[in-house]
DNA sequence: TAGATTGTTAATCGATTAACAATC
DNA sequence: TAGATTGTTAATCGATTAACAATC
């Protein structure tokens, strides 16, 4: 008898999503089971109402009087954000930053697995051993493997025509590292992971600072 | 006679700001001197209305019948965001991740330069040379230059603790990569760059994919 | 001048917060 | 049972969109 939950959750929602996750590793390791809304709310700067509202739409680890079972809820986090499902990618575009992506053990814990990587001129990295090949090998590759997304980690000026390669492949889910905007199908999944963005907030705050 | 534009620019509004140079990039490189906020949404995605109004708090390049004078627009924009103003950064945790961001040459278009990393255990990489300098060496190093921006790198378990590190130092901004919360006073301001978060958006959306 | 396109005011939509009833 | 804490309904807030007046 599992509760239906609701079927769609709003992107600030999932946002906030994984920040939980981090809550609930710190209490784990603090050798706690169960935490309250108000206690999570504190930590992360949230107000208690809207983490409440937020793991409402996710999870029924909540009982009233003792809060949120903290292992149930990390499933149902897990869950929902696809992280208990293992995937596969290849990447596009082997330079400091897709190096730095292929190299990062974190992605395990988030259900993703770079099989290989692609360059038009692959340089040798020790570290990587046989996971760079050259870009012409990709179709072969994601005809024999099965493949569920595509990291796009080329230079703006390359990051189109990645795309196209990776549409005609059949891939069906682009995260895109490179800063522009990808022209492709309306059906395909993309993310964009534009570190300009970030900046550009980060400097903003900065310059506009509240005085106390 | 300047104009006053608006004080406080809305988040939503800010993470959109880089994706309207990159069109005005593009549109460069093809020639043009004007865009009109039609010409605009379209290549983005955008209504026409959202970017009217987006640039209209930062700029008074457009004029009616001609739209966008987009050689001004790219100026106005560049301003806010805080990307004509150099400024200098540390990075703590010199790690694949690290390695990367330093190597970046993207960011000396955003405003920012990368003058040293800092690591417990400094590996050689050749790339880097001299920029490499042990952790303790920070104080000292910040207390020689004028550093706007610590980037923290290191792993999830050592952010807190370089977060006091770079506090404690003087700087009152950290541009944070490490997968967790960082506790610090209010007067930092802190930009975290969690790769899960866009991890999770991009599952659950494969996930939940609508089948037409 | 006429018409295209901007900037702005009003209406809508969605997310956050407040108040409170449900429940363990 | 009494009380703490959840889940939910209603109120508020802010961002997006629609309609249209201003302007080059």
Excluded at 24 to 35: D, E, Q, S
Excluded at 74 to 99: P, S
Excluded at 170 to 194: C, M, R, S, Y
């Amino acid at each position: 008898m599992t509760t239906n939950l609701p079927q769609n959750i709003s992107t600030p929602t999932l946002l906030r999503l994984p920040s939980y996750l981090d809550v609930i590793h710190r209490a784990k390791n603090a050798g706690k089971t169960r935490l309250s809304s108000a206690e999570i709310g504190k930590e992360l700067g949230y107000g208690s109402v809207q983490v409440r509202k937020d793991l409402a739409s996710v999870s029924n680890a909540g009982k009233p009087r003792t809060g949120f079972d903290i292992y149930k809820l990390e499933d149902d986090i897990r869950d929902t954000l696809g992280f208990n499902e293992e995937k596969n990618a290849v990447l596009l575009g082997v330079g400091h930053l897709g190096r730095a992506l292929m190299n990062y053990e974190g992605f395990r814990e988030n259900g993703l697995h770079i099989l290989a990587g692609f360059d038009v001129k692959p340089t040798h990295d020790s570290t990587l051993k046989d996971k760079v090949l050259t870009l012409n090998e990709l179709e072969a590759f994601v005809a024999e493997n099965v493949i569920d997304l595509a990291i796009i980690c080329t230079p703006a000026s390359e990051a189109d025509r990645a795309a196209e390669t990776i549409v005609n492949a059949g891939i069906k889910a682009i995260w895109n590292f490179a800063p522009t905007t990808l022209h492709v199908p309306d059906e395909i999944v993309v993310q964009n992971e534009n570190i300009a963005e970030s900046l550009g907030v980060l400097w903003y705050n900065m310059i506009n600072k509240k005085h106390d």
